[in-house]
């Protein structure tokens, strides 16, 4: 059962879930934020916050009973490998965590959701709340979870510079076109996230493929961000306008096949070897490998080793030695050169032409 919502209590409907059979959660559990009376805009208009009903909880012993449940059931059928990604304000994510590593959740890392574009404090009576915290977490210490960490980087980069990715994420709170609305045009919910940012967490901890779970689904933006990403999906939300709303939203959707979908840009190249790049004429026995200032080092041997001061040694013992380092050994592809054309051509670009052929074959 995947690609589908169920109007549903979350604990429940999860209890019915097979045993560790999910890739990935994201939770975004309601936050207990126990406001009190009408909040105005200083020019005077109520301000609609997190006032729903479904946020309201009898005792701080309510709300830790409800999230002690559905945090056991997520660690029930959360794979051995998968992760789990809770996002929550000041008012729970603290009461969230701790419940969390009593489970024997292990943490990954903490996320702070910088807002771009906050709620301002309307009364001026404390520092505007312009973030919100996510826990990633797998189930102990010894799950291996997946993670893109170039695939991250790729959607770090900014001017063609990939830097890695830190743990301060830059999303304007929902707003215009993106924030979706009900018959009368108001906001239809109104905690709805970012699509880029479920996007984004989505692309670096699963793949093309993986079963994603939501047990507080909202507007389906979980379920959006899956199905844009070839990922399957099951949403799990109580409010049954929220379900009709977010099927319409996820049918509007399809998967958008991509780098970043697929993760390409951590996937290991082909294994080749030094025999197989000789045999396939790519490289030829006793051919001189030089360094970048043009200086003969080394000839190549028919097994892919080099003659050096007499000996046969492999590539990489031969790129220390001659460099005279301290190192033993060091990649001879990130060292050599050889004569192409009368110029000197890099051994590692050989090589990517070599596993290109292979690939197109």
């Given amino acids: 059962m995947y690609d589908t919502i169920i109007n549903g ?17 994201f939770a975004d559990p309601p936050y207990y934020m126990r406001t009190e009376g009408v909040l105005n805009r200083v020019e005077g208009t109520k301000f609609n916050g997190c006032n729903d009903d479904w946020d309201k909880f009898d005792s701080l012993e309510d709300y830790e009973n409800f999230t002690s449940q559905w945090l056991s ?3 029930r ?32 890392n903490d996320v702070v959701w910088h807002k771009t574009n906050p709620t301002p404090n309307f009364m001026g009576s404390r520092l505007n709340n312009s973030h919100e915290t996510l826990i990633w977490a797998v ?19 900014e001017n063609d510079v990939k830097k890695q990715m830190g743990s301060v994420w830059n999303f304007p709170v929902c707003s215009g076109n993106e924030r979706l609305k009900d018959s009368d ?49 099951i949403m799990i939300e109580a409010d049954k306008k929220y379900c009709e709303y977010g099927k319409l939203r996820l049918d ?13 840009f951590d ?15 790519f490289f030829k026995v006793g051919e001189w490998f030089l360094f970048k200032d043009g200086r003969k080092i080394a000839q190549l041997s028919a097994d892919g080793k080099l003659s050096f001061n007499g000996k046969i040694i492999d590539m990489h013992t031969c790129a220390a030695s001659a460099k005279g380092l301290k190192a033993k050994r060091i990649n001879g592809f990130d ?27």
Wanted: hydrophobic residues 40%.
């Fill in 77 to 108: 059928i959360l794979k051995p490998n998968g992760s789990i990604w809770v996002i929550g304000s000041m008012q729970c994510i603290y009461t969230i965590g701790a419940l969390m590593q009593k489970l024997g959740f292990w943490f990954i």
């Fill in 185 to 233: 045009g108001n906001k239809l919910h109104n905690t709805q996230k970012p699509l880029k940012m479920l996007e984004r967490i989505i692309a670096i901890s699963s793949n093309i493929g993986d079963l994603v779970l939501d047990p507080f689904a909202g507007t389906m933006t979980t379920g959006a961000a899956a199905k844009k990403l070839g990922r399957k999906f």
């Fill in 9 to 25: 209590n979350s604990i429940f409907e999860m209890s019915k879930l097979e045993a560790e059979s999910i890739d990935l959660i």
């Fill in 267 to 281: 996937k290991k190249p082909l294994r080749v070897t030094m025999p197989e790049m000789i045999s396939a004429g």
């Fill in 139 to 157: 189930k102990n210490k010894n799950s291996k979870l997946t993670f893109h960490y170039k695939t991250a980087k790729e959607l770090n980069s």
């Fill in 73 to 75: 059931q997520c660690k």
């Fill in 252 to 264: 509007s959707i399809q998967f958008e096949d991509s780098n970043i979908a697929r993760a390409e």
């Fill in 335 to 361: 060292v050599w050169y050889v004569i192409r054309d009368n110029q000197l051509v890099s051994i590692s670009s050989i090589r990517e032409n070599f596993r290109e052929k292979l690939n197109l074959s």
